[in-house]
């Protein structure tokens, strides 16, 4: 290939990476500005009742037990190559990094095979203390090398087709059918960052008390509101300021919650200014002050390290270290570190060879880290990928599949029963990794018989219609709700035989309904079912 047809695939690459970067903006936007934080709407005018919880839901309660995952994205794409040094080969290494290679000396190994950068010295303690373990060459089939599309892959846990959900949302839609309109008390999950991101996403709803960045969070968890409605200007300007930041302060339905539960601790530890060290600070008091969110997910990065690597890579793997050891030395002080799991997510890994400016390109497997007591020791699972064999896009061959470790993570250490994990996986089986742990207390019960009740909106023809599928004949009643919780129509309420039924929902409303955002909400065999939809 000739100097000018690489000058022009190298711009072509570019322009394809900064529209990718656009889009993830785009679809970030509205998140970002804080509307968007509770993923649930408490309903001011509606009666709401507990519910007769549906069998698959209780079969996820049953199964819960009392231990956290921390998830840690680190946004961009990581190199792992110089992050879990392959030092049997070092030779190999250091050919393909000429310059962005670590020297021998400024390595620490953690056995005769790998090693870790010097300026990560405190993962050795961690590793040292039996809280470490490295899944080799994490990855999945034909890596897809767009950060937007890899990143939802890795949420969906669906690489073949595009899936709307996360693993996570899937997970909770099923335990909270009734989520728009009777959340539970304490919020499912807690993310910070990562605005747009599948992973907390339902068909029904996101299920994440979600953040743009932790100084969101730390206005809620200290003040028990996001924004300011006190100290505003006396005119048009500080009304119309008024209405916004109070609309925006209503979303965040949990926000007495979180600041309950952070006044209720204190932090134990040096954990300095960093961005990662900022947000664990904050979930580990959030974890001592007895919250009981289940899953949280933080944001480092950008590790999008096309040039310059060296430099940015370090900032970023150094407040990753000291993160780490910081909260684990914290919750130690509650006696819960055991009951905490950390996990390191990245869409992909980089390219085993340095491009032309000081960096690396897109690649695939990279390898996942794991932190905490219940790993029951440090060490290595899985097989590091040869260095020096790639695939026809010059990337390692990914040897762990992400979902193994999914997969993992839920059966031995949330002990859900292998065929929920199936169904929250999308009816797929992976592997199960030796981490550490194993569930004693596994809910062995048979739920091959548990049928989900499927409702969606549709829209088509400039209409708006609920199809629902009835998994047996029974009694359904369906209502419509404004976004202020009034009640505005019974669309439905009489006798459904099995099978699939549309609803109409203009034809069945009393009343000439204006355009803009209701809540339906479906009750049948005393189980309630709601979700968002949008009248045109």
Known sequence: MGNKDKKSTKVQEKTIHDNEHSLWNRRSFIQALGLAGGGSMLMGGA?????????????????????????????????????????YDYASYANLRPTIRHQENDLINLNADFAI??????????????????????GYPEQNLSHFRSTDIWASAADNFVEPTGWWGRYFEDLYPDYIINPPEIPPAIQIGSVGNLIFDGNNSNYAFSV??????????????????????????????????????????????????????????????????????MVARLIKGGLGTKVYMVTLGSFDTHANQMVRQQELLEDLSKSIEAFYDDLATSSMDDKVLAMTISEFGRRPYENGSGGTDHGAASPVMLFGSGLNGSGFVGTQPDINTWDANDNLIPSSDFRDVYSTVLTNWFCLDPSIVS?????????????????????????????????????????????????????????LYDMMGREIATLANNFFIEGRHSIDIKANSSQ??????YIYRINTNGQYYSKSIRIN
Not at 119 to 135: I, N
Not at 226 to 250: E, I, Q, S, W
């Open 423 to 479: 169904t929250v996986l999308l009816n797929e089986t992976y592997q199960e990794l030796d981490l550490g742990f194993n569930c004693e207390t596994l809910n062995t019960s048979d739920f091959s018989n548990v049928t989900r009740f499927a409702h969606v909106p549709i829209y088509k023809n400039d209409r708006v219609y609920i199809e629902i599928n009835m998994p047996t004949s029974s009694k359904v009643t369906i209502k």
């Open 117 to 138: 950068p010097n300026y990560m010295s405190e993962l050795e303690t961690v590793w040292g203390d039996g809280k470490m373990k490295v899944v080799h060459g994490v």
């Open 47 to 87: 009666a709401i009742s507990a519910t007769r919880p549906s069998p698959l839901s209780v079969a996820l309660a049953e199964s819960e037990n009392d231990n956290i995952l921390v998830i840690i994205r680190l946004n961009g794409g990581n190199d792992g190559l110089n992050t879990i040094v392959p030092v």
């Open 212 to 281: 743009a960045n932790p100084d969101q969070l730390q206005n809620v968890a200290e003040n028990g509101v996001l924004h300011d409605v006190v100290n505003l200007p006396d005119c048009v300007y500080g009304d119309k300021l008024l209405f916004m930041r109070a609309t925006a302060n209503t979303t965040f339905t949990y926000s007495q919650t979180i600041n309950d539960a952070y006044l209720a601790a204190t932090n134990n530890a040096n954990y300095g200014n960093g961005e990662l060290a900022v947000q664990l600070a």
């Open 512 to 517: 000439t309904l204006s355009f803009g955002q």
